[in-house]
């Protein structure tokens, strides 16, 4: 089983859509969580990051469960410059140790 | 603040040559990760390192490929005597430490010919 798991799509959806991805990890060590964003042959950006239960950021809205160790990323009113690869991160260990793991990543396909 | 700097961008090398990849990391970041990335894949785990130490190598094939980062200067990524098959885009990414944010560079871009 992979460590971090993603629904690699592809997901195709018209302009002011809602969109919601969902990412699965394994190691219950995992104490941090991000979602970074790819644009094709650039490199990935970051998006968000999730500590705690949960973050929004305007039309991005993560959450963390962290019982069915699962994360989730919604998209509010997709825009056509929303069309990428969304890539689910998890990172085990503390300060010192912070291997980060991603999963295969989601595309999305925004069209008018 | 300047962000990740990955140098070169495009690097061209013939068979049995070898590739240096460089690495500067953001400033005040100690954390750096170097991944692989293949044509339509995921991003590959290689190596982790701090400051002058490998903290984990797990993803580094066992031959050809080394890494390093100094006290003074980027880390770097070594691969000797490449083959067609090492081309393609490798990423390094910085961090404060091992919880905060990572931020990318915008990637080596790797031909063997």
């Known amino acids: 089983r992979k460590e971090v798991e993603q629904d690699p799509g592809p997901f195709n959806v018209p302009e002011g859509a809602t969109v919601a991805f969902n990412c699965t990890y394994s190691n219950s060590a995992s104490q941090s969580f991000f979602w970074y964003r790819q644009d094709c042959r650039k490199e990935p950006k970051l998006l968000m990051s999730v500590y705690s239960s949960g973050n929004e950021d305007g039309r991005f809205t993560a959450q963390l469960n962290r019982a069915s160790q699962y994360i989730s990323l919604l998209i509010r009113d997709s825009k056509l410059s929303d069309s990428a690869t969304y890539l689910c991160?998890?990172?085990?260990?503390?300060?010192?140790?912070?291997?980060?793991?991603f999963g295969q990543g989601t595309i999305l396909t925004v069209h008018p | 603040n300047a962000g990740v700097m990955q140098n070169p961008r495009h690097l061209v090398r013939r068979r049995g040559q070898e590739a240096r990849l460089r690495c500067s990391p953001m400033k005040g970041h100690s954390h750096v990760y170097w991944y692989r990335q293949l044509p339509e894949e995921g991003l590959k785990f290689m190596v982790y390192l701090q400051k002058e130490n490998i903290i984990d190598e797990s993803g580094m094939p066992k031959e050809r490929f080394s890494a390093e980062f100094p006290k003074e200067g980027p880390s770097i990524l070594r691969i000797q005597q490449v083959v067609r098959g090492d081309s393609a885009a490798y990423f390094c990414?910085?961090?404060?430490?091992?919880?905060?944010?990572?931020?990318f560079g915008q990637g080596t871009r790797l031909t063997v010919v």
């Open positions: 990414a910085s961090s404060r430490d091992g919880n905060t944010e990572a931020f």
């Open positions: 991160v998890s990172r085990a260990g503390g300060t010192s140790y912070g291997k980060l793991t």
